[in-house]
């Protein structure tokens, strides 16, 4: 990333600035400062020098404008579910959308409109009365911006594709203030680099999504397994990829057991693997799948629940709360074989490794790609992998700060293990890999495009606390 000397304006700089926008300006030792610098990673905890809470896209233009004349960094907030808090910047300023958050929805067009700001929760809970929906993420707290522009996988890709390819047209401020449009037909190349490129060219203030009748039912499925029996499972699991009907969304999980009322006393705290999926549907029609799923491994527990859309799209908020300490790391796989499936089985314990506490271990998931992802042409979006059988993700969860270093290091020999399996990784996965990392989510082609766009709509590379591409020209 960049490194700039942020120039701390004075008052009366601020007071204009309060006098432009509609939304509020904050300032260190303000009255819901702290609350608004705060993000869901816990470990992080920096300070702006401004905080910019937005209402209108002139709001966003204003602010861009402010930083750019200040020399402030730039930091973008919607969810703020980044693991590294990017859109945080020390000493600089936070374009904060948050109160941009108002979706409008047309049934009869098949169209919802979604502000920046908006979590993911607004969008399903407008469209879904009308039996309406498109793909949008697994935790209904996280932000649509972040999500959408770095892909947007959720319960629907397979059925539907990513939540970037269901986007008809972007409004976004560029690096220059610039309210602007991207769409098929209106900078179309913009409209190419936004579907997968981050939020590398701008900030988005509205998305048009085209919406898609898919009910309001679906059926959850998780067999669990002690570690010792789940390779076998596993196996038959992995059958099931390359034919599962495009409504189901295969999914696998290695942690240590909750307190979860479906799982008996005896099991709590101990290791176990699950292998199941999520379909968005009939319940009936999906409980077609569940046979073939059960086939030569008697789980410990079987969880076979029917929920609405709406309680699938919420069931692992839980997990996901906002003030615990996290890092993750994600790869994606075209195949998972052997030796995947062991290493995915270990969570990143080898052999000498001694008996750890399981409760200390991260866990992690896989979750099936393919269907309607893979159906679109890897050149026609900026999203890459589309060739991806699964995407894993190892998540390190804790709450005392003294064991940052040990939790981190576990999070990391468990993407290690998986590792020599990996073929990319997803943008909106990366952590701290740096520009090691946006290279093997795009590719070489890929990204030598993706910087083409770049220097045309922010040649002085003014939003790059992302997972940064840089303009094409040298030294930017």
Same mark, same amino acid.
């Given at each position: 990333?960049?490194?700039?000397?942020?120039?701390?304006?004075?008052?009366?700089d601020?007071?204009?600035l309060?006098?432009?926008l509609?939304?509020?300006?904050l300032l260190?030792?303000?009255?819901?400062?702290d609350q608004?610098?705060?993000? !869901?990673?816990?470990m992080?905890?920096?300070?702006?020098?401004?905080i910019?809470?937005?209402?209108? /896209?002139?709001?966003?233009?204003?602010a861009?404008?402010?930083?750019?004349?200040?020399?402030?960094?730039?930091?973008v907030?919607?969810?703020?579910?980044?693991?590294l808090?990017?859109?945080?910047p020390a000493?600089?300023l936070?374009v904060d959308?948050?109160?941009?958050q108002a979706?409008?929805v047309? /049934?009869?067009?098949g169209?919802?409109w979604?502000?920046?700001?908006?979590?993911?929760?607004?969008?399903?809970?407008?469209t879904?009365?009308?039996?309406l929906?498109?793909?949008?993420?697994?935790?209904?707290?996280?932000?649509?911006?972040g999500l959408?522009?770095?892909g947007?996988?959720?319960?629907?890709?397979?059925?539907?594709?990513?939540?970037?390819d269901?986007?008809?047209?972007?409004e976004?401020?560029?690096?220059?203030?610039?309210?602007m449009h991207?769409s098929?037909?209106?900078?179309?190349?913009?409209?190419w680099?936004l579907r997968?490129?981050?939020?590398?060219?701008?900030?988005?203030?509205e998305f048009?999504f085209r919406l898609?009748?898919?009910?309001?039912a679906a059926l959850?499925?998780?067999?669990?397994?002690?570690p010792?029996?789940a390779p076998?499972?596993l196996r038959?699991w992995?059958?099931?990829?390359?034919?599962? /009907?495009?409504?189901?969304?295969?999914t696998?999980?290695?942690?240590?057991?909750?307190?979860?009322p479906f799982? /008996?006393?005896?099991?709590h705290?101990?290791?176990?693997?699950?292998?199941?999926?999520? !379909?968005?549907?009939?319940?009936?029609?999906?409980?077609?799948?569940?046979?073939?799923?059960?086939?030569?491994a008697?789980?410990?527990?079987e969880?076979?629940?029917?929920?609405t859309?709406?309680?699938?799209?919420?069931?692992?908020?839980?997990?996901?709360?906002?003030? !615990?300490r996290?890092? !993750?790391?994600g790869?994606?796989?075209?195949e998972?074989g052997?030796?995947?499936?062991?290493?995915?089985?270990?969570?990143?314990?080898?052999r000498?490794d001694?008996?750890?506490d399981?409760?200390?271990?991260?866990?992690?998931?896989?979750q099936?790609?393919?269907?309607?992802?893979g159906a679109?042409?890897?050149?026609?979006t900026?999203f890459?992998?589309r060739g991806t059988?699964?995407e894993?993700v190892?998540?390190a969860?804790?709450?005392?700060?003294a064991?940052d270093?040990s939790?981190?290091a576990a999070?990391?020999r468990?993407g290690?293990?998986?590792?020599?399996?990996?073929?990319?990784?997803y943008v909106?996965?990366?952590a701290?890999?740096?520009?090691?990392?946006?290279?093997r989510?795009?590719g070489s082609d890929k990204?030598?495009?993706?910087a083409a766009?770049?220097?045309?709509?922010?040649?002085?590379?003014?939003f790059h606390l992302?997972?940064?591409?840089?303009?094409?020209r040298?030294g930017?």
């Amino acid at each position: 990333m960049d490194e700039r000397q942020a120039g701390v304006p004075d008052g009366r700089d601020v007071a204009r600035l309060r006098g432009v926008l509609e939304g509020r300006v904050l300032l260190p030792g303000e009255d819901a400062y702290d609350q608004a610098r705060r993000v !869901w990673n816990a470990m992080v905890d920096r300070r702006p020098a401004v905080i910019a809470r937005c209402a209108s /896209p002139a709001d966003v233009a204003a602010a861009v404008s402010f930083g750019r004349e200040h020399d402030l960094e730039l930091g973008v907030r919607c969810g703020g579910h980044s693991v590294l808090g990017i859109s945080v910047p020390a000493g600089g300023l936070m374009v904060d959308l948050t109160p941009m958050q108002a979706v409008r929805v047309d /049934p009869e067009r098949g169209r919802a409109w979604v502000q920046g700001g908006s979590r993911l929760h607004n969008l399903d809970r407008a469209t879904q009365p009308f039996g309406l929906a498109t793909t949008a993420g697994n935790v209904s707290h996280t932000g649509v911006g972040g999500l959408t522009l770095g892909g947007g996988m959720g319960w629907l890709a397979r059925w539907l594709g990513l939540a970037c390819d269901n986007v008809a047209r972007f409004e976004l401020v560029t690096a220059d203030g610039e309210v602007m449009h991207a769409s098929e037909t209106e900078n179309p190349d913009l409209y190419w680099g936004l579907r997968g490129g981050g939020g590398n060219f701008g900030v988005v203030t509205e998305f048009e999504f085209r919406l898609h009748p898919v009910g309001t039912a679906a059926l959850l499925v998780e067999l669990y397994h002690a570690p010792d029996h789940a390779p076998a499972a596993l196996r038959r699991w992995r059958d099931l990829l390359p034919d599962a /009907p495009r409504q189901a969304t295969l999914t696998a999980w290695a942690g240590t057991g909750g307190e979860a009322p479906f799982l /008996p006393p005896e099991l709590h705290g101990r290791p176990l693997i699950n292998v199941g999926y999520v !379909w968005v549907g009939d319940p009936e029609e999906g409980r077609a799948l569940l046979p073939a799923l059960r086939d030569g491994a008697v789980p410990l527990v079987e969880r076979v629940e029917e929920l609405t859309y709406l309680e699938v799209q919420t069931m692992d908020d839980h997990k996901h709360e906002h003030g !615990w300490r996290r890092y !993750w790391k994600g790869h994606y796989l075209r195949e998972f074989g052997d030796g995947a499936i062991d290493a995915f089985v270990s969570r990143g314990v080898g052999r000498g490794d001694g008996d750890p506490d399981p409760a200390s271990l991260p866990s992690a998931t896989l979750q099936a790609y393919g269907g309607a992802i893979g159906a679109i042409g890897d050149d026609d979006t900026a999203f890459a992998q589309r060739g991806t059988l699964v995407e894993f993700v190892a998540d390190a969860v804790w709450t005392d700060p003294a064991t940052d270093e040990s939790r981190i290091a576990a999070a990391r020999r468990y993407g290690a293990a998986i590792e020599p399996f990996a073929s990319g990784v997803y943008v909106n996965s990366l952590a701290d890999e740096g520009e090691a990392g946006t290279r093997r989510a795009y590719g070489s082609d890929k990204l030598a495009r993706l910087a083409a766009v770049k220097e045309r709509y922010d040649p002085d590379n003014i939003f790059h606390l992302n997972h940064n591409i840089r303009p094409r020209r040298p030294g930017a």
